[in-house]
């Protein structure tokens, strides 16, 4: 599929919209998780650290299939990927509504909603790099704004389902509203030339002709030596024999050999297919075997390298306050009187404000987009040690604007990764990275609940959170300092569409 260059407008605005429609459908529910988990936690009367699991896993396991994800949109398309995501994130909200147990809900929640909501985001962060070069950034600050929104309506919407209808009538409206992902999915129209090369043949025709077995010019002197006597010998006994027996064993061989022909082209095809097979088998290790090297390369790259572990880090510390804040605020005895606006509702809006903000910023040359989100990283490892200090709802939800505003850097993430690595290879980097991205936000709410189940009290479990981002923090940061030059080779050159934020990208 040969790509045209991206208008930066036009239809790119119908994708901008359709996918933040997207995003809002399907993370709104489990990034508002928490209000389901403080159900959760009634119903089912499971540990902290076990409950934390379903909302963990339903926004990690998305990330952690993101290589899957990536392959999967690179093969068929954003369009039936989203299509087909739409029903596993509606379906997998409504089974959740029949758990009869915190297991079931790991299954129906956890990986089957998980795994759609990765595999729509990224056919909306795909097709919206394709669609736009110069507003890029704008684009993705638009599109990753849906999940915050949705953050903030659902995050209401779903306390008062749950209100009228019950635990069970809250995920099955909200997964019936899920369905409108179709309706959005078809809209994602691929960018393509109209001069694109024609369709190639399938099936057996793909195959060269060197790779087949059977050829006709292959057949040993034996073999025709063999059917030339056989011919002779069979011409010389009917020539001796009546005319009417002649006419008969004439028949005999025309049917024979049609028998004969038959056979051979039914072994000569079981051939073909067999190799074929074959052949299709080897090409396929050879594109794994080139899918690893060409990770190995990016692994090379430092500033690459300190991303994925950035990246790990702070989603081990900074995606707990989204699901637990709510429970903090109630392991502090926060008068519920004093609530003007859940937690999470603060934390979703302003996410929304801070990807678009940073998303902005990002399209300004004179900003590094790499320093940028190295400064959300170290600020939001500050914010996290203030968690434990904070005893009002006051403090909570200053403290959740701050965190939902340092978090919207998940806007510029795909335009640092698409600098650091250029637009070719943004489908396999970032797949790479939003993997590690995914465990890390599997494995931050349960340690987070684990520490609360051991310690009865959250403030080691914030300090190791803040910890985890600060650290990631300060490691990118020393990848991307301009002295890194010193130690790299001039004559390495870069590949094109690569910044290299004046610290070397290659090794």
Request: charge should be neutral.
């Amino acid at each position: 599929m040969v790509f045209r260059k991206p208008p930066d407008g036009g239809w790119g605005w119908v994708i901008v919209v359709v996918s933040f429609f997207t995003q809002f459908l399907c993370y709104g529910s489990p990034l508002a998780v928490g209000v389901l988990y403080l159900e959760w936690l009634d119903v089912f009367g499971e540990g902290k650290g076990k409950t934390a699991w379903v909302g963990s896993l339903a926004n990690g396991i998305g990330l952690l299939a993101s290589p899957v994800c990536s392959i999967c949109v690179s093969s068929f398309g954003a369009r039936p990927v989203a299509i087909f995501s739409g029903f596993m994130v509606a379906g997998g909200l409504m089974m959740s509504s029949f758990a009869p147990n915190i297991y079931f809900l790991y299954i129906s929640y956890g990986i089957v909603v998980g795994l759609g909501c990765g595999l729509l985001y990224t056919a909306t962060v795909t097709i919206t790099c394709h669609y736009f070069d110069k507003r890029r950034g704008l684009a993705l600050g638009l599109i990753s704004t849906g999940s915050s929104v949705g953050l903030f309506i659902y995050a209401a919407l779903q306390r008062e389902l749950i209100d009228l209808y019950g635990l069970d009538g809250c995920l099955l409206i909200v997964g019936a509203l899920s369905l409108n992902i179709l309706a959005c999915g078809s809209l994602m129209r691929p960018l393509e030339s109209s001069d694109s090369p024609p369709p190639e043949k399938t099936g057996v025709d793909k195959v060269p002709d060197q790779y087949f077995v059977y050829h006709e010019k292959e057949k040993t002197v034996e073999e025709n030596i063999s059917i030339l006597e056989k011919g002779y010998v069979d011409e010389k006994c009917v020539n001796s024999m009546p005319d009417n027996k002649q006419d008969s064993i004439l028949n005999k061989n025309v049917l024979n050999s049609i028998n004969v022909n038959e056979k051979d082209t039914y072994k000569k095809k079981v051939v073909e297919q067999t190799n074929f097979c074959k052949q299709l088998a080897k090409r396929k290790w050879q594109l794994y075997l080139n899918y690893w090297e060409e990770t190995m390369v990016l692994f090379k790259n430092k500033v690459f390298s300190a991303l994925f572990v950035a990246i790990l880090l702070f989603d081990i510390g900074g995606f707990p306050p989204s699901l637990l804040m709510e429970d903090v605020a109630r392991s502090a005895d926060i008068n519920e009187d004093d609530y003007h606006m859940p937690l999470i509702s603060i934390i979703g809006i302003m996410t929304a404000v801070g990807k678009l903000t940073l998303g902005i910023l990002a399209d300004f040359k004179w900003v590094n987009t790499l320093y940028l989100y190295v400064t959300t990283l170290l600020m939001t490892g500050v914010a996290l040690f203030a968690i434990p200090f904070a005893k009002s709802y006051l403090t909570l939800a200053m403290l959740s604007g701050i965190l939902g505003f340092l978090t919207g850097n998940w806007s510029i993430f795909p335009y640092v990764t698409t600098k650091t690595v250029g637009i070719e290879k943004l489908t396999h980097a970032y797949g790479i990275l939003m993997f590690f991205a995914g465990l890390g936000n599997s494995l931050g709410p349960p340690i987070v609940g684990w520490f609360y189940d051991w310690t009865q009290e959250y403030d080691t479990a914030f300090y190791f959170s803040g910890f985890c981002v600060l650290l990631g923090g300060f490691l990118l940061l020393l990848a991307a300092l301009p002295c890194w030059n010193a130690c790299t080779n001039q004559s390495s050159k870069l590949p094109p569409n690569t910044y290299s934020y004046k610290v070397a990208s290659s090794a």
